[in-house]
């Protein structure tokens, strides 16, 4: 029911057409054997009294008719190709945008970190188990059209003994409803089998995904790779093929029933032949006809694709009812237009990752508006984990994070994410245009003007002018005119792509590890340019260069998951504490020359 649902919300007009298509899926085989039956049963008059009589005449009414008939039923391949390929198009278009909004709807990221999500989200796309739901609405009517085809055809052989056709079915009834149990229970194992599965489909990825192709070559890991693929799955399917050879014992027993039931059925017919109780034209149209009614309830491997494309459906479904119900999507609250205009505030502000040891705990923090924060500490402190915080990328689970006096929660949480503007670590590469990289803030198209004032205060100028097609070309050299920059030339997309928020009216700027990538002259200007950048705009930069840090108004130090020191740069270097120590080590490893060897 699901998968004509979703057909019937892609294009109503394919639903309408999908029912006709049905009924002459169901019909016309029927309605070819019933009428070449009639040419069968007209033939030996016809050859009696010749063509040119009444039963000449008759046959070759019949024989027209016929041909008609089985012109049309030829027309169902083409026709369900046709319809197949137009259905799952829009199904498949109308399942990848739910798919979108739902992983798009919570406010922050959690749920993409959440393994029964994930697992619900690679089944909806049928990466488990290698099916395609998008054609399970086309794969659904086509199975209703065989079983209509097979009802039909039972009916026709209840027109001669009604037993006959009547028994037919309840065999298939009765036959057919376990066997489905057992398929449907295989498909679940399939799909339980969820981590393993996802595992291999990862390792075998590794092969061609370019982040991983240089180290599988430099290292001598396709072997290894390729195995251990073949191992995850080959523990995932296991289960399955378990349930596949229970499914394939209880066929053979099944085929025995089926076969008992239609040598029955058959000698029924053969014995009424022989003692001339049957026509020759009822005749011929009984006995294709068992054949015909195999449709009516039979098992095919066409079952088993079916099941694994309704599979996904339930996990679509169930994914999009769960991410958009998540309590932080409500779009209430209040506009955080023109905020910050006094202050951020942490408040008590705890965190813990799921399984973990807290992270934060029991933070305090002010970010005057307008000002500039360094925030340091050692691997782990928890730096990029407060950023997540202040994005609402996450949810602190104590204390509160305040803007002007109110609680971010009471802000619309959207609205906010355009008033922040980040630079991550790990920051997008999109195979976008260099125009759309950086400046598709809020979805809207670039704006050309705020795009170069963002390069230029980005640095990225000689950038743009350097590339073929300038704003326009594609970073990715796997597409036609496409060409890939640096992990330097990348990072300053990364932040001209923040300025440009910044430009567009995002009010708080955030810079994670800044320069990372930049090389020293880079680096450099980025330093000379620091309060340029951050001028008019609350920001906080995380770096462990204290070059980058130094020129901000204040500097934190975060360490055991709360401020341990907070201060200008002077002020930290006299207190002697954690940021003093931290600076005198960095600075000796530049300062100090290495010694002359004897």
């Known amino acids: 029911m699901r998968a004509l649902v979703l057909l019937w919300r892609a294009s109503r007009a394919l639903s309408a057409v999908a029912v006709v298509f049905v ?20 033939i030996p008059d016809a050859v009696l009294h010749g063509l040119g009589s009444s039963p000449g005449d008759r046959l070759l009414s019949d024989l027209g008719l016929a041909g ?20 799952s198009a829009r199904v498949d278009v109308l399942m990848q945008r739910r798919l979108v909004e739902a992983v798009s709807s919570p406010v922050g990221i959690e749920s993409l970190e959440d393994q029964d999500v994930l697992e619900r989200l690679s089944s ?13 609405s086309m794969a659904v009517i086509s199975n209703l059209g065989e079983r209509l085809t097979g009802v039909l055809a039972c009916l026709v052989l209840a027109t001669f003994r009604w037993y006959l056709g009547l028994g037919l079915l309840v065999m298939w009834l009765l036959v057919r409803r376990p066997l489905s149990r057992l398929i449907r229970s295989r498909t679940s194992r399939a799909r339980q089998a969820g981590p393993p599965l996802r595992r291999s489909w990862y390792m075998l990825g590794l092969a061609w995904r370019p982040y991983a192709a240089k180290e599988m070559r430099v290292f001598g890991l396709a072997d290894w790779t390729a195995e251990r693929h073949r191992g995850e799955w080959l523990a995932g399917v296991a289960p ?22 239609y040598a029955a059925v058959a000698l029924v017919i053969g014995s009424a032949a022989d003692h001339r109780d049957i026509s020759l034209r009822t005749l011929a149209t009984l006995v294709p006809m068992l054949p015909a009614s195999l449709s009516a309830g039979s098992i095919t491997f066409a079952d088993v694709q079916l099941e694994q494309m309704l599979s996904a459906l339930p996990d679509l479904d169930s994914l999009v009812a769960q991410l958009h119900g998540v309590p932080t999507l409500s779009g209430d609250g209040r506009s955080p237009d023109g905020m910050p205009a006094r202050t951020v505030s942490f408040r008590g502000v705890g965190f813990a990752y799921p399984g973990g040891e807290p992270v934060l705990r029991g933070l305090d923090l002010e970010l005057p508006a307008g000002t500039s924060l360094g925030l ?27 803007v002007d006096g109110i609680a971010l929660g009471q802000l619309r949480a959207r609205a906010w994410q355009r008033q922040v503007a ?82 567009a009216g995002a009010r708080v700027l955030v810079l994670d590890e800044p320069t990372s990538q930049l ?17 008019g705009v609350t920001s906080l930069v995380i770096s462990h260069r204290f070059a980058s840090v130094r020129r901000a108004d204040r500097i934190a130090v975060l360490d055991g998951g709360h401020i341990t020191e907070l201060g200008s740069h ?20 530049f300062e100090s020359e290495p010694s002359n060897p004897a």
Do not use: C, H
């Open 23 to 42: 009924l002459a899926e169901g019909a016309l085989p029927v309605m070819v054997l019933i009428a070449m039956g009639r040419v069968t049963g007209a």
């Open 68 to 87: 008609g008939i089985y012109a049309l039923s030829l027309m169902r391949g083409p026709v369900e190709d046709a319809l197949t390929a137009a259905a």
């Open 124 to 136: 909806a796309r049928g990466e488990l188990l290698g099916s395609q739901p998008s054609g399970a």
């Open 240 to 261: 399955s093929w378990q349930e596949m050879r229970r499914l394939n014992a209880r066929v053979w027993r099944a085929g025995a029933v089926v076969l008992a039931a």
């Open 376 to 402: 340091v500490g050692v691997n782990g402190a928890g730096k990029s984990t407060l950023v997540s915080l202040l994005a609402r990328m996450r949810e602190p689970l104590q204390g509160a994070i305040e």
């Open 422 to 503: 980040v630079v991550y670590q790990d920051f997008a590469r999109l195979p976008l245009t260099a125009a759309e990289n950086v400046g598709m803030f809020g979805g809207g198209r670039p704006d050309r003007k705020l795009l170069q004032r963002a390069a230029r205060r980005a640095g990225v100028e000689e950038i743009v002018a350097g590339l073929p097609a300038g704003w326009d070309t594609i970073l990715a050299p796997q597409y036609t005119g496409g060409v890939d920059l640096s992990g330097g030339q990348w990072q300053r997309i990364a932040l001209a792509r923040a300025l440009y928020a910044i430009e």
């Open 519 to 535: 090389d020293v002259r880079g680096e450099a200007a980025f330093y000379e340019r620091f309060l340029e950048l951050t001028a």
């Open 570 to 589: 002077a002020e930290l270097l006299a207190a002697g504490g954690t940021y003093a120590e931290m600076f005198r080590v960095q600075a000796e490893r």
